[in-house]
């Protein structure tokens, strides 16, 4: 199986830089066996029966991007540089493991400036940027909130920079365990007037954590996708979850997660035939064609990028041939594509 397998042609003006408004006002492209039709995210309650249960990743998104100065001592007198920084994961000495921008102006033990507030020692550079902030606990969380900005994909900031409308729109309505540097984006289309639509509609719904790393813009670089090695993030499955899971199954109801990442969440924790225990840990669980699913029902998901391991997933639920069709036609009828663009929901023919 070749990466050259999941390519296609996107025209750059398909992919948005800004979400729907209202959020379930996106456009919602349903693949259902043979069948598509083309409909809203407000349609959702309607091709959903009662009993169903959509799984939704509550992890929250942190203002990771920060941009400031360093300082250094030189012949010319005190000079400065700016660096940018993507913070990624806190560890247990109380650094911050990041990305930085550009390294090479980096030095160990020296101070990077972000506001009046907000500065940070480089207290490694060895296998990787760690950082040691001047503020912890509440103190770091507002400076940072202040401070930071959304981390957008690659493909947005690179047409726009993000701003304090992003604050918002880069967050789902649910979002309460902070921890993510990426959006689950599918999960951006709900509002509260989707929910309660679909809460009289008798659709159940069931959260589960995982904390969407840096690594999901990382591209596939082997020709043979088999040979990837996927980067591992950070999940949970809570014991209320997981019998609501066991309950909705035992009753025929459908499990449908809300996103690529809830639904490798829920396929990493299955056991073999369905049952869906406690859990935590880390995931790194690569879903490509021949995969077989454990659990996960249907899927709702944004448009993704050619050669991603997120178009390798939604071909093993779907099929090669038949993401190729619906692909086309989402490019035909332009729907707009990646973090902020339209959904889909595919239900395989087999459910």
């Given at each position: 199986?070749?990466?050259?397998?999941?390519?296609?042609?996107?025209?750059?003006?398909?992919?948005?830089?800004?979400?729907?408004?209202?959020?379930?006002?996106?456009?919602?492209?349903?693949?259902?066996?043979?069948?598509?039709?083309?409909?809203?995210?407000?349609?959702?309650?309607?091709?959903?029966?009662?009993?169903?249960?959509?799984?939704?990743?509550?992890?929250?998104?942190?203002?990771?991007?920060?941009?400031g100065q360093r300082w250094r001592d030189s012949a010319q007198g005190r000079v400065s540089a700016k660096i940018e920084v993507t913070l990624l994961e806190p560890q247990a000495d109380g650094t911050w493991t990041a990305l930085g921008k550009p390294m090479r102006k980096l030095a160990l033990g020296e101070v990077v400036d972000f506001?009046?507030?907000?500065?940070?020692?480089?207290?490694?550079?060895?296998?990787?940027?760690?950082?040691?902030?001047?503020?912890?606990?509440?103190?770091?969380?507002?400076?940072?909130?202040?401070?930071?900005?959304?981390?957008?994909?690659?493909?947005?900031?690179?047409?726009?920079?993000?701003?304090?409308?992003?604050?918002e729109d880069y967050q789902t309505v649910w979002a309460r365990n902070q921890g993510a540097v990426a959006a689950p984006t599918a999960s951006l289309h709900f509002d509260e007037a989707l929910l309660t639509a679909l809460k009289a509609r008798g659709v159940q719904m069931s959260f589960v954590t995982l904390h969407v790393g840096a690594?999901?813009?990382?591209?596939?670089?082997?020709?043979?996708?088999?040979?990837?090695?996927?980067?591992?993030?950070?999940?949970?499955?809570?014991?209320?979850?997981?019998?609501?899971?066991?309950?909705?199954?035992?009753?025929?109801?459908?499990?449908?997660?809300?996103?690529?990442?809830?639904?490798?969440?829920?396929?990493?924790?299955?056991?073999?035939?369905?049952?869906?225990?406690?859990?935590?840990?880390?995931?790194?669980?690569?879903?490509?064609?021949?995969?077989?699913?454990?659990?996960?029902?249907?899927?709702?998901?944004?448009?993704?990028?050619?050669?991603?391991?997120?178009?390798?997933?939604?071909?093993?639920?779907?099929?090669?041939?038949?993401?190729?069709?619906?692909?086309?036609?989402?490019?035909?009828?332009?729907?707009?594509?990646?973090?902020?663009?339209?959904?889909?929901?595919?239900?395989?023919?087999?459910?």
């Amino acid at each position: 199986m070749k990466l050259s397998d999941f390519d296609f042609d996107l025209p750059e003006a398909l992919i948005a830089t800004r979400p729907a408004k209202p959020r379930s006002s996106a456009r919602l492209l349903v693949a259902e066996g043979a069948q598509m039709r083309d409909l809203n995210v407000y349609d959702l309650p309607d091709l959903l029966r009662e009993g169903d249960r959509l799984i939704l990743n509550d992890t929250k998104v942190i203002p990771a991007r920060l941009r400031g100065q360093r300082w250094r001592d030189s012949a010319q007198g005190r000079v400065s540089a700016k660096i940018e920084v993507t913070l990624l994961e806190p560890q247990a000495d109380g650094t911050w493991t990041a990305l930085g921008k550009p390294m090479r102006k980096l030095a160990l033990g020296e101070v990077v400036d972000f506001s009046e507030d907000l500065s940070a020692e480089v207290a490694n550079l060895e296998g990787g940027l760690r950082l040691r902030f001047n503020l912890t606990g509440e103190d770091f969380d507002a400076a940072l909130n202040a401070s930071g900005a959304m981390p957008l994909p690659p493909y947005i900031e690179g047409k726009r920079p993000a701003d304090a409308r992003d604050h918002e729109d880069y967050q789902t309505v649910w979002a309460r365990n902070q921890g993510a540097v990426a959006a689950p984006t599918a999960s951006l289309h709900f509002d509260e007037a989707l929910l309660t639509a679909l809460k009289a509609r008798g659709v159940q719904m069931s959260f589960v954590t995982l904390h969407v790393g840096a690594g999901t813009f990382l591209p596939v670089t082997v020709e043979d996708v088999a040979t990837h090695k996927m980067h591992a993030e950070w999940g949970e499955v809570s014991a209320a979850a997981a019998d609501q899971i066991n309950a909705t199954r035992a009753a025929g109801g459908r499990i449908i997660p809300v996103g690529t990442t809830a639904l490798r969440l829920i396929e990493t924790a299955a056991s073999a035939d369905g049952h869906m225990p406690v859990w935590q840990g880390e995931t790194d669980i690569f879903i490509y064609p021949g995969y077989q699913f454990k659990i996960a029902d249907a899927l709702m998901t944004n448009f993704h990028l050619p050669k991603s391991t997120l178009m390798m997933l939604v071909s093993a639920l779907m099929g090669q041939e038949r993401v190729r069709e619906i692909y086309a036609h989402a490019i035909a009828s332009e729907y707009r594509f990646f973090s902020y663009g339209d959904a889909s929901i595919l239900f395989p023919s087999q459910k």
